[in-house]
């Protein structure tokens, strides 16, 4: 009905039919997500760059080492005078000759080979940089060379062919760089280690040197603070751009749902029109053809009973040629009103054209549809309209049968209302297969 339906179409309200929120929301954990795996990659790269300069330090600890060696070895040794607490090396074999001298002057030396050495400086730059080296061997001469497990396993792979290891290793729960070379019996380390079997050109130990990695930690603090500071910068602004992405699509969605509910709205408004009639609001002719189609096609199939009522206003032209056409309007308003309060809302009612409407009665047969249409007939004739007073109707009711269209149902209905009309009006009139004294 118009009323009904104007309420409903009144009661509409916007549809959220796209949600940009999730969208953005969806775009913002992805960004966060690409910010945090680039960060982390940033963090992870700027480490191995670490680990790779302190390789490089430490290589250029061990050249600087090595060169400092041969130069040592090349002139077979220097003296140095003891009197500022080096002591003799104990080491040396009994080949060694002159390891001690005095000097004219009455100074006192002792023999420094390469290894002697490379283990005083190694001794004093731990006490400065806190960067610790040594050589050791498998055989070593002195027992506090002896490898260690990682010197070890070095050593081992100095045997099979490499020139350099290297690695990161937690040692009394701090990092170091480890990294070692293979240190090759020369002609000039033959008189130390000859007795000991070695050969020119083998490998007979290696140069160790042990790098704290805390030494890089304010360089690297610095540089993680900046990738942290620099990626933040960038999510931030992305979530930014995205939010202003958002408020631009939400304000466009929100423009297309009013539209679409708008659009919505008018084809409410439109099919509401087009159905009911726009007086009286109920069923036009139009609707009602199309639901007594289904009607049908329901009683056929479920074996449903079903009867119509056909009536209109007795001498309506009449009313309104005498007191016009307001008034018949409002007569016809009022009756559809009275009409309305007494069928179920399971029958349909609608006005057919003019003064002329129909009921039909859903799921009854005629006898019952008789009874309505009496009981409508009578309350009508009671009834005082404004400015007319009484109006009666007429009434034709039909029964429906399987071999029934829409046409000849409605046909049925009209030749009885058209037959009550013949009798005299304000009456009932029926068509159906009843048996006698039914009707």
Not at 340 to 369: C, K, P, W
């Amino acid at each position: 009905m118009l009323i009904v339906d104007t309420m409903r179409i009144n009661k509409l309200k916007p549809s959220r039919l796209t949600q940009p929120e999730t969208y953005s929301l969806i775009l913002a954990c992805g960004w966060t997500i690409v910010i945090v795996i680039s960060l982390l990659a940033s963090i992870s790269v700027h480490r191995q760059e670490i680990v790779a300069i302190a390789q490089n330090v430490a290589r250029a600890y061990i050249d600087k080492d090595i060169l400092y060696r041969n130069w040592n070895a090349f002139h077979g040794g220097i003296y140095v005078p003891t009197d500022r607490g080096l002591s003799p090396n104990q080491f040396y074999p009994p080949s060694v000759q002159e390891r001690d001298v005095i000097t004219p002057s009455g100074r006192r030396l002792t023999l420094v080979n390469p290894s002697y050495m490379t283990r005083q400086i190694y001794e004093f730059a731990q006490k400065k940089d806190k960067i610790s080296g040594r050589i050791t061997s498998l055989k070593p001469l002195r027992p506090e060379n002896k490898a260690d497990l990682w010197e070890e396993s070095a050593l081992r792979e100095f045997e099979q062919g490499r020139q350099e290891v290297s690695s990161v290793v937690t040692e009394g729960g701090m990092r170091h760089m480890r990294l070692m070379r293979p240190l090759v019996t020369e002609e000039s380390c033959l008189p130390c280690h000859a007795h000991q079997g070695y050969k020119k050109g083998d490998i007979r130990g290696g140069i160790s040197i042990r790098l704290p990695m805390m030494l890089f930690g304010p360089a690297m603090g610095k540089q993680v603070g900046l990738l942290w500071a620099g990626h933040g910068v960038m999510w931030l602004l992305g979530l930014t751009g995205l939010y202003t992405g958002y408020r631009g699509l939400r304000r466009r969605t929100e423009e297309r749902d009013l539209a679409e509910q708008e659009l919505k709205r008018l084809n409410a408004i439109l099919e509401n029109e087009a159905t009911t009639d726009s007086l009286t609001g109920i069923c036009n002719r139009r609707k009602f053809s199309g639901r007594l189609h289904m009607e049908i096609q329901e009683a056929k199939r479920y074996g449903m009973p079903l009867a119509l009522i056909f009536f209109d206003i007795d001498h309506f032209k009449l009313v309104n040629d005498t007191h016009g056409h307001e008034t018949g309007d409002n007569v016809l308003q009022e009756l559809v009103r009275i009409v309305t309060g007494m069928i179920r809302q399971t029958d349909i009612f609608a006005r057919f054209g003019g003064e002329e409407f129909v009921i039909l009665v859903h799921n009854n047969d005629v006898r019952t549809g008789r009874e309505l249409a009496e009981k409508i007939r009578s309350r009508v004739e009671q009834h005082r309209f404004p400015q007319i007073g009484s109006v009666t109707c007429s009434f034709g009711v039909a029964q429906f049968y399987p071999d029934d269209t829409v046409e000849t149902f409605i046909k049925r209905a009209d030749d009885a209302m058209y037959a009550a009309k013949q009798a005299g009006r304000n009456r009932v009139e029926t068509r159906c297969d009843c048996q006698p004294g039914a009707a």
